[in-house]
């Protein structure tokens, strides 16, 4: 009887300082998360996220999220290409995918631009094999994709 009274009055506790906690902001419901549709999407493999993030004028970091679906034998490689608002490529950046695991990957890179390059940059991203460097298209039969704009 005394242990039942013990864990009310505890319980009370908790209820009460939720209350104080959710009224003084400090704890905040997080809103009901939307599934995004993928930024790019292979037989086995989707690019979920990328962040293009500028660094100062002459870096930018690409951060990268991508889900392996199904385990291949092969690897493959990404490519990031950063164009001029001529089209002319001014960076390029490449990495390699080991798919030893299957699941959600996070992968991020610091690209160097030369300091000549200003403007908007576009950037696109691609796939490829390392063994012959044959394109792979998305499921949607685009060799490469645009995934934004950097200032």
Known sequence: MEHEKYLRSW?????????????????TATPATRKQSPIAVWSDLEVQRVNLIRI????????VVYLIKLLKPDNYSF??????????????VDVSIN????????????????????GKLKVVM?????VNFARLATV?????????VVD
Do not use: M, N
Request: aromatic share 8%; glycine share 10%; with cysteine.
């Open 11 to 27: 319980l009370l506790v908790l209820v009460v300082a939720a209350g104080l906690l959710t009224a003084c902001g400090t704890a």
């Open 56 to 63: 100062s004028e002459t870096t930018v970091r690409v951060d």
């Open 79 to 92: 490519f990031f290409h950063f164009t001029d608002p001529a089209g002319k490529i001014v960076a390029q």
């Open 99 to 118: 798919p030893f695991s299957t699941g959600e990957v996070a992968w991020s890179q610091v690209v160097t631009l030369s300091d000549s390059t200003r």
């Open 126 to 130: 691609g796939r490829y094999s390392p």
């Open 140 to 148: 949607s039969g685009l060799e490469q994709v645009e995934i934004g």
